[in-house]
């Protein structure tokens, strides 16, 4: 059995992926805020500027951004 650390909150938790079920659907919830932000302006602005408009933190988005599947020519 392994333990996994939350990201988001620190929490201990059994299961996969870098988020606890606690906080999985906010999770995702910003993942796809940030995809759909993505499709619309691309990745041109600052992680600044990405976090003040999509209210996702910087560290959540360097996350997201680590998932691939972003082009950031
Ligand atoms: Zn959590």
Redesign the pocket.
């Known amino acids: 059995m392994e333990f996994n650390k939350?990201?988001?909150?620190?929490?201990f938790?059994v299961s996969t992926g870098d988020?606890?079920?606690?906080?999985?659907t906010k999770?995702n919830l910003e993942l796809g805020t940030f995809q759909n932000y993505v499709q619309e302006n691309g990745l041109n602005n600052s992680l600044e500027s990405v976090s003040n408009q999509t209210g996702i933190s910087i560290k959540n988005l360097n996350r997201f951004i680590s998932y691939g599947g972003f082009n950031n020519d």
Do not use: F
């Not at 939350?6 to 929490?11: M, N, Q, V």
């Not at 988020?19 to 999985?24: A, G, L, S």
């Open positions: 939350c990201t988001r909150c620190g929490s938790y988020v606890c079920p606690k906080c999985i999770d």
